[in-house]
Structures are given as C-alpha cells and as structure tokens.
C-alpha cells in the first residue's frame, strides 16, 4: 500500500491549490477526484469576479491552468478515480479508492458540492428531458425555445443571462421579491427584454409528457394561487448540497452536511481538514475556494510537523 503524506479528496479549485501548495512544502501528495478535475467551475461560461483575468476567464481555462501549475510542481492528479471511504488508523488514515487503497498522515477533503434540487414531483423523471442544472451545458438544445430558470443568486441570474442569447423568452422564478444575486448581474438581468421575472413564487410541480417538459405549475406564495406556466426546459439553481456523506462518520458536520472548520480549515478529528464548498462558510466562490486549499495545506503542514 502506497504512503503519503497528504490525500487531497477533491480536484477543484480548493484541492488544486491546497495540492500545490503542499507540492511547494515537499509532502508527498495525491489528489483523488471522482470525475474531470475542477468540479463545478466546469459549468461556468466566464468567470468575471476572480482577480487578474480583466474580461473574465472560462471556467475550463481557468481550471486547466490550475492543473498545469500542479503538474509543473510534480503532484498527480488522479482522475475518475472515486473514493469510497476513509478508515481511521493509529496514526495515519486509510483511504479505498476504487483504484485501490492508499495510506496517508493527514487528509484534505475538498469534494465540493452538487447543484441542489427542488424536491418537486416530475424533477427527477424529466432529468436529461428538459431538467438540468447546467445551462452552459444543455442550454444550446434549447435555441429558439421557452425557459425557465428557478432560483435567485448569482448561479440563477448567470444562467438566466447565459440563456437570453439562446432561448427565445426566459422565465425567472424566486420565491422572494428580491434577489441575492450580486448588484451587476441584477442590472444585466433587468435590462434584458426576453428575460422575464416571475416574484414570490416556487414551482410545485414539473409536468410534461413522454417527449419532455411541458409545463411548471406554478404557486404564488402571497396568494397561494397556483398557475401553469407552459416551457420547454427548466434549469435548477437552487443552491448547493455539500458532497460530504461518505465523511459522516468521521467528522462534525452542520445540520445540511456542510463539514465544519476552524479559521484554518481543521476539522473535529485530527489530522483531517476540509476546504471549499464542502466546508461551512458565508461565500461559494473561486476565489474563496482557492483561500480554502491554501489554508488547508498550510494547516496542514503545521500538523505535520508537530506529529
């Protein structure tokens, strides 16, 4: 069984840079992801807020540059290779890959989060049929089309905005009457003819036939009336559900699963630490992501050396 001296779980922006950072420390370390590295930075179009890239950068190119700084300091990154679980062991912990098992002295869990969903019947019959979670990803099946977009951050408003250019009318459903998103977006959104903003309201129901989505019965939650709104395709942006179950057992985690950390990125069992989406924090970002690894590692040398 290989040795190391840190596993990164996660290949995002949080566990590429915690990789790199410990690459620079000389631990010898792997990262496992599950799928193609970078997670769900993947599915943005132009990542516009993080710092050095004037005009924004695309999710996938920002990623790859990520990957070419690890590769230049020696880490592997191993990909579509899934961890399974985690034992404890006196002193080390031992991580089941679905490549086999490997031993490390401390670990770094950075496997994000996933899109979460609403929870409403048709959603899951009518995944791949007109649901997704992605319109950077399935947008183009629906040029010409009618959309709606449910949710009411930064991810909703991108998507919504991303959509205007390729669907003939967007609808976006919040159930508040304000949105969170950040201040810019908002002002794109509102200037933009075909999007078309549905307030106080959540969808209830996702009909459709054996060809796909059809329709979103709609609720107003003022006057609990409830409507038909007749779509071709709708995109989930909800908020995210932290990829953490596998780490119930070994660590603390909030009420939703979200892992929690001190200000460096330990967690309630030492010798694990946790950064990114996983963890619990105020901001989902790129940006914040990359603080996370950084700190991880960091804390993660620490720990090292006092063992």
Same mark, same amino acid.
């Given at each position: 069984?290989?040795?190391f001296d840190?596993?990164?779980?996660?290949?995002?922006p +949080?566990?590429l840079t #915690?990789?790199?950072?410990? &690459?620079?420390a000389k631990?010898?370390t792997?990262?496992?992801e +599950?799928?193609?590295?970078? &997670?769900q930075?993947?599915m943005a179009? *132009?990542?516009?807020?993080?710092?050095?890239f004037? &005009?924004g !950068?695309s999710?996938p190119?920002l990623?790859?540059r990520? $990957? $070419?700084?690890?590769s230049e300091?020696?880490?592997?990154? *191993?990909e579509?290779?899934?961890v =399974?679980?985690?034992? =404890?062991?006196?002193?080390?912990?031992?991580v089941? *890959?679905t490549?086999?098992?490997? %031993?490390a $002295?401390?670990? !770094?869990?950075a496997?994000g989060a996933q899109p979460a969903?609403?929870?409403?019947p048709?959603?899951?019959?009518?995944?791949?049929?007109?649901v997704s979670?992605?319109?950077y990803?399935?947008g183009?099946?629906?040029?010409?089309?009618?959309v709606?977009?449910i949710?009411g951050?930064?991810? #909703?408003? %991108? =998507?919504?905005?991303?959509l $205007?250019?390729l669907?003939?009318e967007?609808y976006?459903?919040?159930?508040?009457d304000?949105?969170r998103?950040?201040?810019?977006?908002? %002002?794109?959104l509102?200037e933009?003819?075909?999007i078309?903003t549905i307030?106080?309201?959540?969808?209830t129901e996702?009909k459709?036939?054996q060809?796909g989505?059809?329709a979103?019965?709609?609720?107003d939650?003022n *006057?609990?009336?409830?409507s038909?709104?007749?779509?071709?395709g709708v995109?989930v942006a909800?908020?995210?559900q932290?990829s953490?179950?596998i780490?119930?057992?070994l660590?603390?985690?909030?009420e939703k699963?979200?892992i929690?950390?001190?200000?460096?990125?330990?967690t309630?069992k030492a010798?694990?630490? #946790?950064? &990114?989406?996983?963890?619990?924090k105020?901001?989902?970002q790129?940006s914040t992501?990359v603080?996370d690894?950084a700190l +991880?590692a960091w #804390?993660?040398?620490?720990?090292?050396?006092?063992t």
């Open positions: 069984m290989e040795k840190v596993v990164i779980i996660g290949g995002g +949080a566990g #915690a990789g790199i950072y410990c &690459g620079r631990l010898k792997v990262i496992f +599950a799928l193609s590295a970078g &997670g930075v993947l179009g *132009t990542i516009e807020n993080y710092p050095g004037p &005009g !950068i999710g190119e990623i790859e990520f $990957k $070419k700084q690890l300091i020696g880490v592997p990154l *191993t579509f290779v899934k =399974e679980g985690v034992l =404890e062991k006196e002193g080390s912990f031992i089941k *890959t490549q086999g098992d490997v %031993e $002295k401390c670990l !770094i869990i496997t969903r609403l929870g409403v048709g959603e899951d019959k009518f995944i791949g049929q007109g979670f992605c319109a990803c399935d183009f099946f629906f040029r010409d089309k009618k709606a977009v949710g951050g930064d991810r #909703a408003v %991108e =998507e919504a905005l991303y $205007k250019n669907a003939k967007v976006l459903i919040h159930r508040r304000r949105l998103a950040q201040k810019v977006l908002q %002002e794109r509102f933009s003819e075909n078309k307030w106080n309201s959540v969808v996702i459709g036939d060809s989505v059809k979103l019965e709609i609720m939650l *006057t609990g009336k409830r038909l709104l007749e779509i071709d995109f909800v908020g995210q932290p953490s179950e780490f119930r057992d660590v603390e985690m909030d699963g979200f929690k950390t001190d200000l460096k990125g330990a309630s010798g694990i630490f #946790a950064a &990114g989406d996983v963890r619990v105020e901001l989902r790129v992501a603080g690894g +991880a #804390a993660a040398v620490e720990y090292l050396q006092e």
